[in-house]
C-alpha cells in the first residue's frame, strides 16, 4: 500500500470514447501530479495542482483533462484520444513546498484502440 | 528541454555482485532522487540527496550527489534476485518549478541467465 491508489489499473478504450481515471491519497499531501509514462522515454510531467489549483500545465493536449476537487482526490478526464496517448498514467502527491520526492501511485496502463 | 543521461540503459547481474549507475546533466540541479520500478507499478523513492557531496545509504544502497552538482550515482552491493527491475535519477533543476521533476531513462537491472 503506498498511500496513492489508483484506479483502474487497466483500461482500454476506443478514439471516441470518454473515460476518466482516479487517484486518490491519503497521506496529507497537498501537492498532485499526473505523469505519463511511456516505453523508452522518460517520464513526462503532465499537471501538477498545489492546495486544488493547477500550477502547471506542460504543455498536454487539450483531449487530457485533469480535474482536481480537493487536495485527496485528483482525475484525468480522456475524451478522443489517439493510439500514441497508450502508456502507464501515474499519480504522484507530495508535501506542497518540499522537495522530499514523491510518492506514486501504481498507475493506469492505457491503450488506446 | 533538460536531460538526464542515465546509463547503463540496462545491465544484467549475477546474485552477490555490486552494481553501479550514474545520471549526469548539463546543468546544475539542488535535488537529486534515485527510484525503483517494479513491474506493473509505480516508482517507489529509495534515496534523496539535497546537498553536494552528500553520500547517503538505504541498506545496500549507496548514493551520492555529486560535488559539481551536475551528477549523481547509485550503487547496490552484494545484490540479490529482488534488487532486478528499473532504477530511475531524477532531479530537480536550480530555479526549477515545484512538481517539475527531470526524470533519466532508467537503467534495467535483469538477472543474468
Known amino acids: 500500500e503506498t498511500g496513492v491508489t489508483q484506479t483502474p489499473r487497466h483500461l482500454v478504450m476506443g478514439m471516441t470514447n470518454k473515460k476518466s481515471l482516479k487517484c486518490e491519497q491519503h497521506?496529507?499531501?497537498?501537492?498532485m501530479y499526473w505523469y505519463k509514462q511511456s516505453a523508452k522515454k522518460p517520464l513526462e510531467l503532465m499537471f501538477v495542482?498545489?492546495?486544488?489549483?493547477?500550477?502547471e500545465n506542460n504543455s498536454v493536449p487539450s483531449r487530457f483533462s485533469p480535474e482536481c476537487p480537493n487536495s485527496s482526490h485528483l482525475f484525468l478526464h480522456l475524451h478522443t484520444l489517439q493510439p500514441e496517448d497508450s502508456a502507464l498514467y501515474l499519480c504522484?502527491?507530495?508535501?506542497?513546498?518540499?522537495?522530499?520526492?514523491?510518492?506514486f501511485g501504481s498507475g493506469t496502463r492505457l491503450t488506446v484502440v | 528541454g533538460q536531460q538526464l543521461n542515465q546509463s547503463p540503459q540496462s545491465m544484467f547481474i549475477q546474485e552477490g555482485e555490486d552494481v553501479s549507475m550514474n545520471c549526469t546533466s548539463s546543468?546544475?540541479?539542488?535535488?537529486w532522487l534515485w527510484y525503483k520500478q517494479d513491474p506493473g507499478e509505480g516508482p517507489v523513492l529509495l534515496i534523496a540527496?539535497?546537498?553536494?557531496?552528500e553520500l547517503t545509504s538505504n541498506g545496500r544502497l549507496t548514493a551520492q550527489f555529486g560535488i559539481t552538482r551536475k551528477d549523481s550515482f547509485l550503487n547496490i552491493s552484494a545484490s540479490i534476485p529482488s534488487d532486478v527491475g528499473i532504477y530511475f535519477c531524477?532531479?530537480?533543476?536550480?530555479?526549477?518549478?515545484?512538481?517539475?521533476?527531470?526524470f533519466g531513462k532508467g537503467t534495467k537491472l535483469s538477472v543474468k541467465p
Open positions: 531524477a532531479g530537480q533543476p536550480l530555479g526549477g518549478s515545484q512538481g517539475n521533476l527531470i
Open positions: 504522484a502527491s507530495s508535501p506542497l513546498g518540499e522537495n522530499y520526492g514523491y510518492t
Open positions: 497521506l496529507g499531501h497537498n501537492a
Open positions: 495542482y498545489n492546495f486544488k489549483e493547477q500550477t
Open positions: 546543468s546544475i540541479f539542488n535535488t
Open positions: 540527496l539535497y546537498k553536494a557531496g
